[in-house]
């Protein structure tokens, strides 16, 4: 069974760092491609970031670019999303999302498609103030 449990979210100032993580069991994190998600009310669900499971390909939301960095820990099984100079805009719940595999239809244009993400963890706060 597979599992995705992230962790790490809180409360920080605005131009603060926090970093998010989302534990992987019940298969191998870097047989699949990876992303982060986030959601705030009144929103739609926005790609924040994702990698390819050869870790070739990294993505970025143009909102993020610079700021936020995505990585993997193949020891621990873990994803991780580094965020840098947050901002009131990016509060938001923080959800990872791993596709079934690497024979799913990831890449430049797919990669923030939340249907080709099979798997999904139930979320971490992220909240900014200004």
């Known amino acids: 069974q597979v599992e995705l449990v992230e962790s790490g979210g809180g409360s920080v100032p605005a131009g603060g760092s926090l970093r998010v993580s989302c534990v992987v069991s019940g298969t191998i994190l870097f047989e699949s491609h990876v992303a982060w998600f986030r959601h705030s009310p009144g929103k739609e669900r926005e790609a924040v970031a994702s990698?390819?499971?050869?870790?070739?390909?990294?993505f970025y939301a143009d909102s993020v670019k610079g700021r936020f960095t995505i990585s993997r820990d193949k020891p621990r099984n873990t994803l991780y999303l580094q965020m840098n100079r947050l901002i009131p805009e990016d509060t938001a719940m923080y959800y990872c999302?791993?596709?079934?595999?690497?024979?799913?239809?990831?890449?430049?244009?797919?990669?923030?498609?939340?249907?080709?993400?099979?798997?999904w963890g139930q979320g971490t706060q992220v909240t900014v103030s200004s």
């Open positions: 999302a791993m596709t079934a595999g690497r024979g799913v239809d990831w890449g430049s244009t797919t990669w923030d498609k939340p249907s080709i993400y099979k798997y």
């Open positions: 990698v390819s499971a050869g870790g070739t390909m990294e």
